[in-house]
């Protein structure tokens, strides 16, 4: 039996229904994908455009393909046509672009706001009074081809479990929050996008629906020889 389908086997076998599993593929060949696919997985997330967009050309189109990592403006025309999900959403500007965007396919692209839960410094992801802002923005209220359907967010690199616990309930309260005084009508903010290989047990219990997950189901990436 291939260690693909037994590892996808076990983490499905964990995730409670109400949760989502995002096959992480970046860096990982066709082939890994393919096999995954014929065990069943439809999602698939990648966080290099270029990347996304050969294997969205290369592999079956029911494939919901969710684009996971940083999305420079000037890229977001590569992917809009198709993109299932686009998972850090973290500036007005980026989230303008991708409604012009999806104005020129006729379609609505799904977003999630990501927030800057760890406590090590990263560049990317909102905090609680940056998302209102922009929430309660005359652009974004203007924008008709998008949608933000929940947030998302990455819990610090770390064994201390009390902390990615803390992180990823910091992280549920901004969802709920932000859902209360923002999207109380309709269903449609929903995601929480948040648990990775190391942590996504603890992002489970915490009320993940979405979680990521790449080298628990291909392996180790090995960033010196892609494809
Ligand atoms: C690579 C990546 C993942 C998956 O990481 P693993 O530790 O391999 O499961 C999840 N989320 C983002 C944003 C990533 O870039």
């Not at 890229?75 to 991708?98: G, P």
């Amino acid at each position: 039996m291939s260690n693909i389908k037994e590892r996808l086997d076990e983490i499905t076998g964990i995730l409670p229904q109400s949760v989502r599993l995002v096959a992480v593929s970046k860096t990982k060949p066709m082939g890994d994908i393919q096999e995954a696919y014929d065990w069943g997985q439809r999602i698939f997330g990648e966080n290099k455009v270029q990347e996304l967009a050969d294997k969205y050309e290369a592999l079956p189109k029911d494939i919901e393909w969710h684009m996971i990592g940083h999305l420079q403006t000037n890229k977001v025309k590569y992917i809009a046509s198709f993109v299932s999900l686009i998972h850090a959403v973290d500036s007005l500007k980026l989230l303008e672009v991708i409604n012009q965007e999806g104005q020129k396919y006729n379609r609505i692209i799904n977003c999630l706001l990501q927030f800057h839960i760890a406590t090590e410094d990263t560049k990317f992801g909102l905090d609680y009074n940056e998302a209102v802002e922009l929430l309660e923005s005359a652009q974004y209220a203007a924008m008709q081809n998008i949608r933000i359907v929940g947030v998302m967010g990455m819990a610090t690199y770390t064994d201390d479990t009390q902390r990615v616990r803390a992180e990823f309930h910091y992280l549920r309260e901004i969802f709920c929050r932000l859902k209360q005084s923002y999207f109380s009508a309709g269903e449609t903010f929903k995601e929480l996008s948040m648990g990775m290989s190391g942590d996504y047990k603890i992002a489970v219990e915490e009320g993940s629906t979405l979680v990521r997950i790449g080298s628990s189901i291909f392996g180790e990436r090995n960033y010196s020889k892609i494809n």
